[in-house]
């Protein structure tokens, strides 16, 4: 699996998103991707208790931990490199996560339109 540049939507180094736990499709703490990663886990949001409920409604359990392969589980506050089009469809269903744009891969443009990741960023001045 050849990974893709490890740019952000600024056309930068990408920051680290989450190392407890840790996050990405590689489990290297960054939203990076490859082809392989068909989910496009590339937006890194701020986990809220909102959105776990709304992931965990939408089948995806992401607070209960599964020690068997190393997850404690998120809780508010964690940043967690999300699937594009699941921050798109919570965004649709007024649930999004606030975004780390720093730490968002730039395939995430090609799902999510900048303007829309610019509305939910923590990280602009």
Known sequence: ?????SINVFGEPL???GDDP???FYRDGKCNTCKEDVGSHTVCIKVTKEFLEYSR????DLSTPIPEHGFKGLAPGDSWCLCAA???EANENK???KIHLSKTHFRALEIVPMDLLKEFAV???
């Open 22 to 24: 840790v996050t990405g």
């Open 57 to 60: 409604f939408r089948g995806n």
């Open 15 to 17: 920051v680290l998103c």
């Open 123 to 125: 990280d602009l001045n």
């Open 1 to 5: 699996m050849k990974m893709n540049n």
């Open 95 to 97: 649930m999004a996560p």
């Open 86 to 88: 699941r921050w798109l």
